[in-house]
């Protein structure tokens, strides 16, 4: 996968290469990156890249010529008349929070690309033509408003690199939060007693299919109480398995009994107290 990323702050894209599980990614092979200065892009002697917006209003926002230029020598020909990319190995993407929101779904589907082109925005944004004339795709990193794009063109990167073949072992992949329509399972690692919390027996049990079993069963708890939106999707798509689907209908009986009741078991810590 390659990345090539547009910025007024390259320094920041630099940074993060160098410094993250990235830079063992770039060794190998697997990941590759350019990080392209806009203000190199641009016509006057002060490298100007923003200007006040038509029609008014507060701040500043980027303007479309040294941009489009930077795009252009990064490969990315502007689309034609009707609209069409064409000539160009990977998708142009603009971080925007006016974007489709990122999720592990999307992250899946960018990193089936080569290349990803990914513009960051500052100030209020991008002029609309450079949208319309170069970006297949406009992703918000969530609904929120950052003061850069650097930030969230990161956040794709880091969950995309790691979805290519070979850059994290598969095992680590299958069983984190979302893969299976879930969040991940509470882990544990040494000493077995940290102040008053002691790990769960059943993880110093050596029993694989208790273990397992325990796992799930934490998986459906916390989503249910954390993320139910995700049970409702995974049920409709039917991404969960017979045993996890007896479980979540269990779970929610608990739940609803508990609630009668007035208790939750939410916010319990899960290590055992001694
Ligand atoms: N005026 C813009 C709006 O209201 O949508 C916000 C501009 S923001 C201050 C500056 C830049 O940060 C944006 O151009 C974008 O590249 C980036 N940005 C901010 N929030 C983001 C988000 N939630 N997802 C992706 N990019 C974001």
Aim: charge should be neutral; proline fraction near 4%.
């Amino acid at each position: 996968m390659k990345y090539i990323v547009l910025s007024l702050f390259p320094e920041i894209i630099h940074a993060f290469f160098r410094c993250s599980v990235l830079n063992k990614a770039a060794r190998r092979g697997i990941v590759d990156y350019e990080a392209v200065n806009i203000r190199d892009f641009a016509f006057d002697r002060h490298r100007t890249c923003d200007d006040a917006p038509y029609g008014g209003g507060a701040g500043m926002l980027m303007t479309a010529e040294p941009l489009g230029r930077a795009l252009e020598a990064a490969g990315v020909p502007p689309k034609d008349a009707a609209g069409r990319s064409g000539g160009k190995s990977g998708r142009v993407v603009y971080l925007t929070p006016a974007g489709r929101l990122f999720t592990q779904a999307a992250a899946r589907d960018l990193a089936r690309e080569a290349a990803l082109v990914l513009i960051c925005g500052r100030y209020e944004g991008i002029d609309q033509r450079i949208i319309d004339r170069y970006v297949d795709d406009e992703i918000s990193v969530g609904d929120y408003v950052l003061s850069s794009g650097e930030s969230a063109a990161l956040v794709v990167i880091d969950a995309t690199y790691r979805l290519k073949d070979a850059a994290i072992a598969p095992d680590s992949l299958a069983e984190e939060s979302f893969s299976g329509g879930l969040l991940e399972y509470p882990q544990y690692t040494r000493p077995e007693r940290y102040g008053i919390l002691k790990v769960p027996d059943v993880l110093l049990s050596g029993h694989h299919e208790n273990i397992r079993r325990w796992r799930l069963e934490k998986q459906v708890e916390r989503t249910l109480a954390r993320r139910p939106d995700l049970i409702r999707r995974g049920m409709e798509a039917g991404l969960f398995d017979t045993e996890t689907r007896v479980l979540i209908k269990e779970k929610e009986k608990t739940e609803k009994i508990e609630k009668l009741e007035g208790q939750s078991s939410a916010r319990v810590p899960i290590g055992e107290y001694t």
